[in-house]
Nanobody, 118 residues
Framework: VQLVESGGELVQPGESLRLSCVASGTIFGINNMGWYRQTPGKQREWIADIITSGMRTNYSEAVKGRFTISRDNSKNAVYLQMNSLKPEDTAVYYC????????????WGQGTQVTVSS
């Protein structure tokens, strides 16, 4: 199983960006999916997650009201719409998911760099 993120790039403050993460492989089910981010010298920070049905989402205070997490179960995908980006949002963004193959395991993507700078 692989999780592959995409969509990270250099943007200016106030702009928007949409990250995507797609799971591939022999998958029988995906439970919660989420997004984290990490900057050099700091621990990985949880920012958002979404349950299987997509009916409930949770956000950290740092991104609440600006970021929106969503998922498309038909594509094994999770998305992060990021609006009103700030320089402090600069980080490597990782997706995370609990996936059922022969058992339930937690998987991480390789990360995608988001840089917010003028």
């Amino acid at each position: 199983v692989q999780l592959v993120e995409s969509g990270g790039e250099l943007v200016q403050p106030g702009e928007s960006l949409r990250l995507s993460c797609v799971a591939s492989g022999t998958i029988f089910g995906i439970n919660n999916m989420g997004w984290y981010r990490q900057t050099p010298g700091k621990q990985r920070e949880w920012i958002a997650d979404i349950i299987t049905s997509g009916m409930r989402t949770n956000y950290s205070e740092a991104v609440k009201g600006r970021f929106t997490i969503s998922r498309d179960n038909s594509k094994n995908a999770v998305y992060l719409q990021m609006n009103s980006l700030k320089p402090e949002d600069t980080a490597v963004y990782y997706c995370n998911a609990r996936i059922l193959t022969t058992r339930w395991d937690e998987y991480w993507g390789q990360g995608t760099q988001v840089t917010v700078s003028s």
